[in-house]
């Protein structure tokens, strides 16, 4: 059992101030039932608490999708450029993003507070499927497919783990999705670089089983939703 306000704040729904407001303005709900006060106690685990209408899980963790857009770090501070956790601007202060992505490539980033999901994400020998949206400077023919697929030289000396090139158009300047299994810094850069041809844009889709949301406009932040948490997890 929980006070409301701290079921609200618990949940990264608010902060205690806000939370008061909410109950007052009459904006939050237990079991359909408006909330009159903030220091009820409500079954975090049993009772459906909304706001505005909208569900809010239980959760002692937070998880956010990002649309990141060319331009911001992916560090959670940085002296010079603005940082994914800049926009986010939470008050959560253990959030981090779940790996990185380079200054000038965009699209889907996790952030969460649960450093055991990240560990299962991103730890050497647990890394997860990351798939990419590529334009190059270069005619990618099915040969790039085969490179890729059997590994290609990076870093002077590094074979790449398998990966998948699906080609979406070859011309001078070629589409392709890329399905790597690593995460070496500017890995997809470097295996284009191999193959003599030079990433122009570079966007994540997806990482493991979640996909970047496409009415997330670019720049644009929303929590996961249970299914998309409960499918990361497992
Ligand atoms: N590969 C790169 O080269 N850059 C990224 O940001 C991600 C993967």
């Known amino acids: 059992m929980m006070r409301l306000d701290k079921f609200l704040v618990a949940t990264h729904t608010a902060t205690r101030s806000e939370a008061k407001k909410m109950i007052k303005r009459g904006r939050v709900f237990i079991n359909d039932k408006k909330a009159t006060s ?26 956010i999708m990002f649309n990141k857009p ?24 253990n959030l981090f993003p779940v790996g990185r992505l380079d200054k000038d490539t ?8 649960d450093g055991a999901l990240a560990h299962n ?22 040969a790039t497919a085969d490179a890729f697929a059997k590994g290609v030289i990076i870093d002077e000396d590094y074979l790449t783990k398998p990966a998948r090139l699906e080609i979406i158009n070859s011309d001078d300047i070629s589409e392709v999705r890329v399905t790597i299994h690593e995460g070496r810094f500017h890995q997809i850069k470097k295996m284009f670089l191999s193959q003599n041809m030079k990433v122009i844009y570079l966007k994540r889709l997806s990482m493991k089983n979640l996909i970047l949301d496409e009415n997330l406009e670019i720049g644009c932040f929303r929590k996961l939703t249970q299914s998309e948490i409960d499918n990361l997890k497992c």
């Open 70 to 93: 060319a331009g911001v770090v992916s560090a959670t501070k940085d002296n010079t450029c603005k940082t994914v956790m800049d926009i986010i601007n939470s008050p959560n202060r």
């Open 38 to 63: 903030s220091d009820i106690k409500i079954d975090e685990n049993q009772d459906i608490v909304t706001l505005d209408g909208n569900i809010i899980n239980y959760s002692r963790y937070e998880y």
């Open 121 to 142: 994400l991103l730890a050497p020998g647990k890394h997860v499927d990351k798939t990419y949206f590529v334009r190059v400077e270069g005619v990618v023919t099915f």
């Open 106 to 113: 965009e699209g889907l980033m996790l952030i969460t507070d």
